[in-house]
């Protein structure tokens, strides 16, 4: 099925038209409050297209997703509070710096078999914010660093570049599956031994995706910081900011690319909606995400297909 | 200085054996990580106190029924998330050990919420059983802490004598070690998982009332306590429960160093750091088995 070009094209076509279709949301009398959710949506509709290239396809379940994310964002936020560089160039390093803390974490940590894997990047995430903690004066602590720039003022501008990100993240890493690098790595996510007797390296395999989803991750991150005007611990380096990107890739649908965009948009626009019920709207997401695994592991976006093809 | 540093260390060291031998043996017996274990201890001590406090119940009463809480959510989680995972999704290994991860972390979201629902996200601690101080080396200690280090020893002491002289105890050995044997020689291997598991919210129930007692707890800190759990016992290496006493100690001590040393607010950090070295170096932990 692969290798089949139409099965390619399609989804591609449906990307592009579907973002097209969503860029003209901000002309067509879409509030700015409510386009200010869907922004945050997007932006974490590519935190969880980037868990899940590890998750879905290499098999490993990163709970440090805000080690890489936090990286990117406090990275792009020192350099600009410090004066250092324009918000695009801060923006950049984010992205580097992530996939060099990505790498330092990954490298070692993906010889650990089984859980440690996952335990290793938990606590990486709690290493990371103590030392935020601990180094308050420079990082301003649970506070966070305020940004003085702005990459644009605009809410339909910071949508769009919100959007293009999204996008640009769902065609690279929906590519990026269905090359042979790709189908390798889900042979490897789904049976490791079968395929290092194929005389695959593993380590190399994942340590690559690591770094990928890293990049994405620190991109995001740091763009998300100068839409925000500041980074702090509990927005991008947090345990539980992890849970929320883990649930937005479940309900959306695992190994799918672009399921994990409908599982972020659905958290983002669910939690507007429950925000009356107080502290029971989390307990009520994350009830959905546990249903959703239970009883639809391909997700939302398998419930689509399951539709569209009665077996 | 030192002396206090040892003595602090001692006192905190055996809650946490305490708090992670439940962790370890389910990891032995049923290959689960439970993340869930952290918010498991926060619920029996947040159940323990509102009983105590707003209750006005009688101490011993108010800990038994924590104690309880820890085992009626122990069984819920086999009941709910265990084993509907592991019935309705025919998942092969590798996928079921990440998916047991997912689901226990969603399951503890859910009790999280819901305990602070209840109760409101706010620190909060037992009142001490017994009043008053005793002097160990001139170290000035609550009785009370005393109290709960010798019961948290107790505790594991008659667990190991139940698992290694007792029929029902070796039946769950039995289980550890080969399921499929064990399924041969008739014994029902669901039950033993309720055992198991009733065991485990019992040992968790118990830690989570004393470390209510000594450190508090709340409900989102549950994700931190499960955090510590979890070094302890890959630092003594997976489903070994001797290793884990050890680690529980050495834990104990960095941690109770570091918040003498340097500052209490970075009392975690040296142990999770040591964890991260350990298993780069001995990824097996120090005694566990490959």
Known sequence: MAGNTFSIRRPLIGLAIVSLATAVLPYVGLQEYSLSILTLGLFFAVYAMSWDLL???????????????????????????????????????????????????????????????????????????QLIILFSDKTGGEIGVAVPDVIAIEAATNFHIALGLAAVTALVLYLLVKSPFGLILEAIGQDSVNAQVLGFNIVKYKLTAFCISAFFSGLAGGLMTFYLGTASTNVFVDASVGVQIIIAAIVG?????????????????????????????????????????????????GLVRLARRPS | MLIQVIVSGLLISAIYALATTGFTLLYGVSGILNLAHGTTLAASGIATWYLMGTAQLN??????????????????????????????????????????????????????????????????????????????????????????AGLSWCVIAALWFYVSKTRSGQTILAASINPKGLTLCGVNLNAVHIVVWAIYGGLAGLAGVLVAMILGVSPSGGLELTATAFSIVVLGGLGSVGGTLIAANLIGFIETGTAYLISPSVRTLPALIILIIVLYVRPQGLFGRR
């Not at chain 1, 098999?59 to 805000?66: I, Q, S, V």
């Open chain 2, 59 to 148: 101490p011993l009463l108010a800990i038994a029924l924590g104690t309880l809480t820890g085992v009626a959510i122990g069984l819920l989680t086999f009941v709910l998330i265990i084993r509907p995972l592991r019935t309705l999704m025919k998942l092969s290994v590798a996928d079921e050990h990440v998916f047991m991860l997912v689901a226990t972390l969603l399951w503890t979201i859910i009790l999280q919420e819901a305990l602070s629902y209840l109760f409101g996200d706010v620190p909060v601690s037992v009142p001490q059983l017994v009043p008053g101080i005793v002097e160990i080396f001139g170290v000035r200690t609550p009785i009370s802490s005393v109290l709960v």
């Open chain 1, 55 to 129: 998750f879905g396809y290499a098999g490993e379940a990163n709970f440090g997703a805000t080690f890489l994310i936090g990286t990117g964002a406090y990275t792009a936020a020192l350099m600009s509070s410090n004066g250092v560089a324009t918000p695009l160039i801060c923006v950049a390093a984010g992205a580097a710096g992530a996939v060099v803390a990505g790498a330092v974490l990954a490298f070692p940590a993906l010889r650990l078999r089984g859980p440690y894997f996952g335990l290793v990047t938990l606590v990486a995430v709690l290493i990371m914010r």
């Open chain 1, 253 to 301: 649908g695992r190994r799918t690319v672009f399921g994990p965009i409908l599982g972020a948009l659905f958290m983002a626009i669910a939690s507007e909606y429950l925000r009356p019920l107080g502290s029971l709207s989390e307990l009520a997401v994350a009830l959905i995400a546990l249903i959703v695994l239970f009883f639809l592991p391909g997700g939302l976006l």
